[in-house]
């Protein structure tokens, strides 16, 4: 079946420092990845739509200069959290759409754990 | 966007017990996936519904879409400890993108 890796799947950094996160598709090309956050108890919210080759797409909230993304390759998508504060503390989470079917299955990474401190 | 409201947040069985959570909208769907995310894990896909009055099953899960295509339920039949965590409901775009349901976090006593 397809798999998302995420590195790394915890990280803890200092208040104001950037942290990068990255998503790959192991065994398929993705033309579409996804950024979720979700906070403990909650639902997962939609960062952003990131494409491969073109800017991301941010919904409504989220600050694009904050959180890059860059979809350099069929495989590979990356979040950058600049210059983070804790309440940026959060599980953030990837998926990929397999770009080669039709079916609107997303596949999960196993998330990356990120403690602002 | 299309909107999913899914009930109840929490439910509490006993080892045997069967489990039902719905999921609502206000406005027709035009599919409906689900999936389990575990304590501590990530979400993993269990099934994509998309035609009305559609069921599936997968062992001792049931899936239904409404006729009306503004409701889905994932049925639990015989609850095990192993099926503890949460289950979501979401709605995915032509753009791909999915919404996701508050989720109900199940918990099994043994």
């Given at each position: 079946?397809?798999v998302v890796?995420?590195?790394?799947s915890?990280?803890?950094c200092?208040?104001g420092?950037?942290?990068?996160?990255?998503?790959?598709?192991l065994d398929?090309q993705?033309t579409?990845?996804?950024?979720?956050?979700?906070f403990?108890?909650?639902s997962?919210?939609?960062?952003?739509?990131s494409n491969?080759?073109?800017k991301?797409?941010y919904?409504?909230?989220?600050?694009?200069?904050k959180?890059?993304i860059n979809h350099a390759?069929l495989?590979?998508?990356?979040?950058?959290v600049?210059s983070?504060h804790?309440?940026d503390s959060?599980?953030y989470i990837?998926s990929?759409?397999?770009g080669?079917t039709?079916?609107d299955t997303?596949?999960?990474?196993?998330?990356?754990?990120l403690?602002?401190? | 966007?299309?909107?999913v409201?899914q009930i109840p947040?929490y439910?509490?069985?006993?080892?045997?017990e069967?489990f039902?959570?719905?999921c609502?909208?206000?406005?027709?769907?035009?599919?409906?996936?689900?999936?389990?995310?575990?304590?501590?894990g990530?979400?993993?896909?269990?099934?994509q519904?998309?035609?009305s009055?559609?069921?599936?099953?997968?062992?001792?899960?049931?899936f239904?879409?409404?006729?009306a295509?503004k409701?889905?339920?994932?049925?639990i039949?015989?609850t095990?400890?192993?099926d503890?965590?949460?289950?979501?409901?979401?709605?995915s775009?032509?753009a791909g993108?999915?919404t996701?349901?508050?989720?109900?976090?199940?918990t099994?006593?043994?």
């Amino acid at each position: 079946g397809a798999v998302v890796s995420q590195h790394p799947s915890w990280v803890i950094c200092k208040s104001g420092t950037s942290v990068k996160i990255e998503c790959r598709s192991l065994d398929f090309q993705a033309t579409t990845m996804f950024w979720y956050r979700q906070f403990p108890k909650q639902s997962l919210m939609l960062m952003a739509t990131s494409n491969e080759g073109s800017k991301a797409t941010y919904e409504q909230g989220v600050e694009k200069d904050k959180f890059l993304i860059n979809h350099a390759s069929l495989t590979l998508s990356t979040l950058t959290v600049t210059s983070a504060h804790p309440e940026d503390s959060s599980f953030y989470i990837c998926s990929a759409r397999d770009g080669t079917t039709s079916t609107d299955t997303q596949y999960f990474g196993p998330g990356t754990r990120l403690t602002v401190l | 966007g299309q909107q999913v409201m899914q009930i109840p947040q929490y439910q509490h069985v006993q080892e045997g017990e069967d489990f039902t959570t719905y999921c609502n909208s206000s406005t027709t769907l035009s599919n409906i996936q689900w999936y389990k995310q575990r304590p501590g894990g990530h979400p993993v896909f269990l099934i994509q519904l998309v035609k009305s009055g559609e069921v599936k099953k997968q062992k001792r899960l049931t899936f239904q879409f409404g006729e009306a295509k503004k409701n889905s339920s994932l049925h639990i039949t015989a609850t095990q400890t192993t099926d503890v965590g949460t289950y979501f409901c979401a709605v995915s775009t032509n753009a791909g993108k999915s919404t996701f349901g508050d989720g109900t976090t199940l918990t099994v006593k043994p």
